[in-house]
């Protein structure tokens, strides 16, 4: 029942809602500003985590893009685009993983305490672009891709902060590897999930 609602005339007449772009744009110019942030502290700190909610914002970056390019087509593009950040949301959650396995035989106990002033920030950010985005969670595919890959984010976000204080409290390196391995996971099951709804509209199209 849920499903067939997400595809329902909310999300119809969201699509040339002048709110909804602006706030596309917000979460745009926010994710590519803490992508930067997030990169150098992240190789700064040496935290395997850092570094993949980093590549993170930019993926998500790339995806507000898309969903802006988007937003006026036909729901049959509209599902293609979906699919398409599917693919990269997969993708990162595989990158991911394998880094996180990398580290976990080569890695060095990461700086906690930049971890985790870097974490707060990113989660304030993704908390403020879940916020603005909430009313549109249940649009179609590429709408609800974008409300998955910021409810992800902030989720992620404190799982770097508890990291962080993983981190401090054993002075070992596996807290921070152990939540880059579950963002890999949530990357990845969010990818199902857009992948699933995504197909269900372009058979309906």
């Given at each position: ?77 509209r599902a293609r685009a979906a699919l398409l950040k599917a693919a990269t949301m997969l993708v990162f959650g595989l990158w ?9 035989f080569s890695g060095t106990a990461p700086h906690a305490e930049t971890m985790g002033l870097i974490g707060a920030l990113a ?83």
């Amino acid at each position: 029942m849920a499903d067939s609602c997400c595809a329902g005339a909310s999300g119809k007449t969201a699509l040339n809602d002048p709110r909804w772009r602006r706030i596309l744009w917000i979460a745009l110019l926010i994710n590519a500003a803490m992508f930067g942030v997030e990169i150098v502290a992240g190789v700064a700190a040496d935290s395997r985590a850092l570094q993949a909610d980093a590549l993170d914002f930019l993926g998500d970056s790339a995806n507000y893009a898309i969903s802006l390019g988007v937003a006026g087509m036909a729901l049959a593009w509209r599902a293609r685009a979906a699919l398409l950040k599917a693919a990269t949301m997969l993708v990162f959650g595989l990158w991911v993983f394998g880094s996180a396995t990398w580290g976990f035989f080569s890695g060095t106990a990461p700086h906690a305490e930049t971890m985790g002033l870097i974490g707060a920030l990113a989660l304030a950010a993704n908390v403020a672009v879940a916020l603005m985005l909430y009313r549109y969670r249940t649009g179609d595919a590429n709408m609800r891709s974008v409300w998955i890959c910021s409810r992800n984010d902030a989720i992620g976000n404190v799982a770097v902060m508890g990291a962080a204080l993983g981190v401090f409290g054993t002075g070992q390196g596996w807290p921070d590897l152990l939540v880059a391995a579950i963002m890999a996971g949530l990357a990845i099951w969010g990818s199902i999930d857009v992948f699933r709804h995504a197909r269900g509209e372009l058979s309906a199209a």
